[in-house]
């Protein structure tokens, strides 16, 4: 049964506080937070930034890595009906400087923790924030709408006021005075803006509405049967959407939520069986086989765990399933645009086909096949660009009607970019992006595909493939591989691995071997690879 039956993120955390004050909402390694001192720091934080002129529709940026502060001010943005626009903490000067002016940040709140200097950064990116001006904006024409700046270290810093003192302004708005504010807050508005990952261009800020976030949250929960009980371990960064919905879809039972400050895999394994982890959700396949690969996570030890979602490759998917047999392990369809997931494979479901599709879309959102150049809805079984209808899709990318005019078609489908199928039960089969589908010698090849089968290879930990130019077939795949520590195989073993066993156009014609991937938040970048031919 629906917890709260008001769209609204704020509800969300208030509903969880009056049902299980006590119960841990937050853990760190080094702090945890129950669900009434979450609610009570909110809405302080609320309360102060009231105090000092924010208002709804206003946007606040938040430049942090994971820390106990992140969580309470968020919901503190949403709960008076201002914007919480996550920035990537591996934002530098180029990012920085394009997203601030670009997506209207009034303040910005920012800290330097664990070796990440993002008040620094801030500053190289506006470096007319340390010069003194007459002018309105504190960054002039670069963002002019930016008025304050604050930084979660309470030490006083050129331009930063420090957390403490700004904190101390909530002694200035009433409880019930914050109670009439957030009574106004419309389902319908922008709640948050994430980032996509920016990998071939300037990062875009996806706008998401508190009512689309609130419902697939409630989704994903009935999806997965999150409950009370439920202990779940996310070790990503707050700003990114794999973290923030399955946090969200927990508040909904008001469950608990592990996370650290970094993805440290030691301190992670120890926090999973202090606290007895219910649900681990690594996401992407370089955590979970650090997972797998350390020596204490030991299945039998943790008979506690009963799902574990990771978004991979079939064979990957089918080695996690071995590796952690006591376990249910799920995959998704998702991306930012789409408040985080549209569909989740069924737990229920046999384990063979879990490992091979995404499965069934939420109930309320739709999924069609289509033609990539022709846009007609295609049949059952046939690859196509994945397009999306429903309560999850996004408004749209802040400030940029050109490129929502390219994402939705006029009967309002939302174009991903990703090729996939359906299955004859309606599951979503992902095949790969749209761009980085190679063409060798006319024909189309998915990287994914021979990634899979490079994947079953024993000395291989991860592999990517991108194409190259070639001046007779166009291109041909190439082939990033990052062997397993103490692996001799050579480039002749890997294209003789392949050869005879997926067709000769798909054989990489080179392999580079690498140690260390180019990465964003939480995806390799293709882009940065390519440049590396």
């Known amino acids: 049964m629906q917890a709260s039956a008001t769209p609204l993120l704020g509800e969300l955390l208030r509903s969880a506080a009056r049902r299980h004050p006590s119960h841990d909402a937050i853990v760190f390694r080094d702090h945890r937070l129950s669900y009434a001192a979450f609610s009570n720091e909110s809405h302080a934080i609320a309360r102060a930034l009231v105090a000092r002129g924010v208002k709804s529709g206003d ?76 002018r309105s904006s504190l960054a002039g024409d670069a963002a002019p709408k930016l008025e304050h700046l604050v930084t979660l270290d309470n030490t006083q810093s050129g331009p930063f006021e420090p957390w403490r003192d700004f904190r101390g302004s909530a002694e200035d708005v009433t409880e019930q005075d914050l109670i009439g504010i957030t009574d106004r807050v419309d389902p319908m508005s922008t709640a948050l803006i994430m980032f996509t990952s920016g990998t071939t261009s300037m990062p875009k800020g996806c706008a998401l509405n508190h009512h689309s976030v609130f419902w697939t949250a409630a989704a994903m929960r009935d999806r997965l049967s999150v409950t009370h009980h439920d202990v779940m371990w996310d070790p990503l960064p707050l700003f990114h959407m794999a973290s923030i919905l399955p946090l969200f ?128 809805a295609m049949t059952e079984g046939s690859q196509g660009e994945i397009c999306v209808k429903g309560f999850s899709v996004f408004q749209g990318y802040y400030n940029q009607p050109e490129e929502n005019a390219k994402a939705f078609d006029k009967e309002g489908w939302f174009h991903t970019g990703d090729m996939g199928s359906l299955d004859n039960k309606g599951r979503i089969c992902f095949h790969g992006r749209l ?99």
């Not at 968020?74 to 920035?87: K, M, N, R, S």
């Not at 959700?281 to 799902?307: G, V």
């Not at 899979?452 to 007779?472: F, K, Y």
Request: glycine share 4%; proline share 7%.
């Open 59 to 134: 946007h606040i940026g938040i430049l942090a890595t994971n820390r106990p502060e992140y969580l309470p001010l968020l919901f503190a943005c949403v709960l008076i009906g201002a914007v919480a626009v996550l920035l990537n903490a591996r934002f530098r000067t180029q990012e920085l400087r394009h997203v601030v002016g670009h997506c209207d940040l009034r303040w910005i709140v920012t800290g330097n923790l664990r070796a990440v200097p993002n008040a620094e950064r801030l500053l190289e990116a506006f470096p007319e924030l340390l010069q003194d001006a007459a």
């Open 249 to 376: 879809a927990l508040m909904h039972e008001a469950g608990t939520f592990l996370t650290d400050h970094t993805v440290d895999i030691d301190r992670a394994v120890k926090q999973i069986h202090e606290e007895q982890a219910t649900f681990l959700y690594p996401a992407f396949p370089a955590i979970m086989a650090d997972l797998i690969a350390h020596p204490d996570l030991k299945p039998e030890t943790l008979s506690c765990i009963r799902l574990i979602n990771n978004v991979a490759h079939t064979e990957a998917l089918e080695a996690n399933m071995a590796a952690m047999p006591l376990a249910t392990h799920i995959s998704a369809y998702g991306m930012t645009e789409l408040s985080g997931i549209a569909s989740h494979t069924d737990p229920a479901d046999p384990a063979d086909e879990r490992a091979r599709n995404c499965g069934q879309p939420y109930p309320g959102v739709e999924v069609s096949i289509r033609d990539p150049e022709s846009g007609q």
């Open 435 to 533: 761009k980085d589908m190679l063409k060798v010698g006319g024909e189309n090849v998915s990287p994914l595909e021979i990634e899979s089968w490079l994947s079953t290879h024993p000395d291989i930990a991860m592999a990517q493939v991108i194409g190259a130019p070639d001046e007779r077939l166009q291109e041909v795949p190439v082939a990033f591989i990052e062997l397993r520590p103490d692996a001799t195989v050579t480039e002749a073993d890997i294209i003789a691995y392949c050869a005879g066993q997926i067709a000769s156009y798909k054989v990489p014609r080179r392999v580079i071997f690498v140690s260390e991937w180019p990465m964003s938040a939480t995806k390799i970048q293709r882009a940065a690879l390519r440049d590396r031919l």
